[in-house]
């Protein structure tokens, strides 16, 4: 039986009628009112007068209610313009009474005066003034509440906000993955930014309950609402005093169109009477986060034991709502503008180098081929799932990194490297049950054959590893390579990578290389209308196979994208890798497919972009979303071509492997699954196409729209029959992108094609803001004067 079960009161109403009678001499009617671990009626005599009758749970002290009653008593003395619950005698002269429950145990009542007036969650409209009033009233109760003493008010509470990292506790209550992930970041972001600056805090007894079904305001008069009083001291505590704002504000903001505003006015109010502290006002977001924390994850857990029990549902829906709204707040941003409002200058150590500096330590000490994304480069400071802040307070919807696969600082994944970290990191010449399990999960992820791995640290070196083994195997050199095509950026990668050596600063390409057309059905020989165009495609591969043969060139390898991503996010036509990977295999050559862009479920329908095509290549690389950001990365291969590779030269990785690496690996993996987000990729990749495609109906500018999942490309044209690339307009798109908060990107040989391939996390209203914002752009009168 549950702790709740067991000790929660269950007096019916006529029990409670007869205690008034016996306790207090009181004749009353007698009316339930919601509750969350005791019982509260609402009591009403025959002349009127009006109580409230409350049974606390057995568990609790008889102490605690006696703070909360000399609580009452005090602050009605020293807060004389706002009324407080009076406590009420018994026949006999007490203000609490223990009287048996029927379950054979016992609990302590209570009788309290009932406050009349409107709660403030039940005003139709909480205006600047009535919130700025709010956080007044607060100020004068904590304020007062410093003088406030009794023993029993040091306690551990489970909602007091100290013990917010206590909610994680009841995480996995929380059904929902990606509630479950959004809980676990900003748990994490109160571990990382709150819990070292707590200890150092004011404290204070703080009423610690002040959400707005308990703050009472007097709407009677025609003229504006103002704040009366407050009820339930049950969560009464001593603890850091800028708790309380942080529990009012948190509330406060449900259902707002701004919240921040909302929480700007209160925060103002509160200052002016109780001021603020810089320290306080810096971790004040992240309290109000955790608060929410607490409170989501506190109602999944009750809800599983009181299923029937809606009062404890009552902030749940609001506060998940409001969680995803803060989401979308850059945490430096809600501190600035605390501080603003309270009219307390920012401190030096909030900014860190300026871009100035920064820029010029970068041209001093950074290679110069190193470039910086947009005009005006963007610092950014942190990242949260599918959102990047910068040092400004800007929040940016990322729409193009698609290396933080399942979310910038996925919590489960910084957990992951977090806690192997502080056990060990090593090489894989010791065994580890890290690397094993993470193969074994790895391969079974991949068809049959491919059942053997070598890890290495990014996809250039997966590739690089790759080539060795495909000509390892097969005894040959000449490589075939799609052209655009980027594979890494090592000696043996740039080789095989048309995008760099056939670009600014490249040789062109070596003898050994061979180069076929991209299989692009909006430029290239054969279009979408052509039912054999991947056939016809392939044909370059054959081809150009048969003029190496003439030459008396083996072919090593054929390397491809399943999706070609710097050559302008490509699509192949049906049968295009089949055909292809048909005419090198005849030919004794190994098939690569280089999967560091486009796998782990990226394009919705399948895990892996080869599988789209249905193939199942010889040699398989990895990287990018494989560590969400951590360097991490793989070539999976068939046991035949490792065992060629087996030629008494050892290949060794230092890092390759380690056990820190494995398990982000692994959390990757989980992530995936446990948020299905490639069924997400696949969602809400086709309602953002879909949107696409009805701006390309719309705006001209528009020649193509292409992609899987979350693999989307926008071609930019000035003339759709002549398809000369719209260069120009594509930088003017993704500045002005990036100046509405949506980081989008240009690729593609001639630069006029926006990639689009965010986190996997993406939402289907992140796919429409990205949607709306690029429409607006597209019909500014600046872009069609270029």
């Not at 706002?82 to 609990?107: A, D, L, N, Y």
């Not at 719209?726 to 001639?750: C, N």
């Amino acid at each position: 039986m549950s702790e709740i079960d067991s000790t929660r009161p269950n007096f019916s109403d006529k029990e409670i009628r007869k205690f008034a009678k016996d306790l207090y001499g009181l004749d009353a009617s007698v009316r339930p009112l919601d509750s969350y671990s005791d019982q509260n009626f609402h009591l009403t005599s025959e002349i009127g007068e009006e109580f409230v009758f409350k049974a606390a749970h057995a568990a609790e002290q008889r102490e605690v209610l006696d703070a909360q009653n000399q609580a009452m008593k005090y602050l009605e003395t020293e807060c004389t313009s706002f009324e407080f619950p009076r406590v009420c005698r018994t026949v006999s002269g007490e203000e609490i009474v223990s009287v048996k429950t029927g379950k054979g145990g016992s609990c302590s009542v209570r009788m309290l005066t009932f406050l009349k007036g409107t709660f403030l969650a039940d005003l139709e409209s909480q205006t600047e003034d009535i919130l700025y009033s709010f956080g007044r009233f607060l100020g004068r109760m904590d304020k007062a509440l410093t003088g406030f003493y009794h023993p029993a008010v040091h306690r551990n509470l489970p909602w007091d906000l100290k013990n917010t990292l206590h909610a994680s506790r009841n995480v996995l209550h929380v059904r929902n993955p990606r509630q479950r992930s959004l809980v676990e970041h900003f748990l994490l972001q109160f571990e990382t930014f709150v819990t070292p600056v707590l200890p150092h805090l004011r404290t204070s007894v703080v009423h610690s309950d002040a959400n707005d079904h308990n703050v009472l305001v007097d709407d009677s008069d025609s003229g504006d609402a103002k704040i009366v009083g407050i009820i339930d001291f049950g969560d009464m505590v001593h603890t850091a005093t800028v708790c309380e704002l942080a529990i009012a504000v948190a509330y406060a903001m449900f259902g707002k169109k701004d919240p921040m505003e909302a929480a700007k006015q209160i925060v103002r109010g509160y200052h002016e009477v109780y001021p603020l502290r810089e320290s306080e006002l810096g971790i004040l977001f992240h309290l109000i986060c955790g608060r929410l924390c607490i409170s989501v994850t506190m109602s999944a857990h009750q809800h599983e034991l009181e299923p029937e029990n809606e009062y404890i549902m009552v902030s749940e829906r609001p506060a998940w709502a409001l969680l995803e709204r803060l989401l979308e707040v850059n945490p430096e941003r809600a501190g600035n503008e605390f501080l603003q409002v309270c009219e307390i200058p920012l401190s030096q150590k909030w900014h860190g180098l300026n871009h100035r500096e920064i820029i010029d330590l970068r041209q001093r000490l950074i290679g110069k081929s190193l470039s910086i994304s947009y005009k005006k480069p963007l610092k950014i400071i942190r990242g949260a799932l599918q959102y990047l802040y910068d040092d400004t307070g800007q929040t940016y919807l990322d729409a193009v990194n698609n290396v933080s696969h399942v979310g910038h600082c996925h919590p489960k994944v910084v957990r992951a490297a977090k806690d192997q970290m502080a056990v060990l990191n090593t090489n894989t010449r010791y065994l580890h049950d890290n690397l094993v399990t993470y193969a074994q999960r790895l391969t079974s992820k991949m068809p049959e054959p491919l059942r053997v791995c070598f890890f290495v640290c990014s996809g250039s070196e997966a590739n690089d590893l790759a080539l060795r083994l495909a000509r390892t195997h097969t005894k040959g050199r000449d490589v075939l390579v799609v052209d655009g095509a980027y594979h890494g950026t090592t000696t043996s990668d740039i080789e095989i990578s048309p995008y760099k050596f056939d670009g600014p600063g490249g040789a062109g390409a070596e003898p050994f290389i061979h180069k076929v057309p991209i299989p692009d059905l909006y430029r290239g020989a054969y279009e979408a209308t052509d039912p054999e165009a991947g056939k016809k495609y392939a044909e370059y591969v054959r081809t150009t196979i048969e003029r190496m043969q003439k030459d008396r060139k083996q072919v090593a390898a054929f390397i491809c994208e399943p999706l070609m991503g710097c050559a302008g996010q490509i699509v192949f036509p049906e049968n295009y890798l089949q055909e292809s990977f048909r005419h090198v295999r005849n030919a004794g050559g190994v098939c690569i497919a280089d999967e560091v862009q486009v796998g782990f479920g990226r394009v919705g329908s399948h895990f892996w972009g080869f599988e789209t095509q249905g193939v199942i290549p010889d040699v398989v690389t990895l990287g990018k979303p494989m560590g969400n950001g951590h360097p991490l990365a793989a070539v999976l291969t068939t046991p035949e071509i490792a065992e060629s590779f087996n030629t008494g030269m050892e290949y060794f990785n230092t890092f390759g492997g380690n056990p820190v690496s494995c398990a982000v690996g692994l959390a990757v993996l989980d992530v995936i699954e446990e948020e299905k987000l490639q069924e997400n990729a696949l969602r809400v990749g086709a309602r953002m196409k879909k949107g696409l495609e009805h701006l390309k109906a719309k705006h001209p500018l528009i020649g193509d729209v292409r992609g899987l999942g979350l693999f989307l490309g926008i071609e930019l044209v000035l003339d759709r029959e002549t398809l000369v690339p719209a260069t120009e307009q594509a930088s003017y798109v993704i500045e002005r992108m990036k100046e509405e908060g949506v980081l989008i990107s240009t690729d593609g040989p001639f630069h006029n094609v926006l990639k689009i391939k965010p986190p996997m996390v993406f939402t289907e209203a992140n796919a429409d803001l990205l949607v709306s914002t690029l429409d607006r752009i597209l019909g500014e009168d600046a872009l069609q004067d270029l």
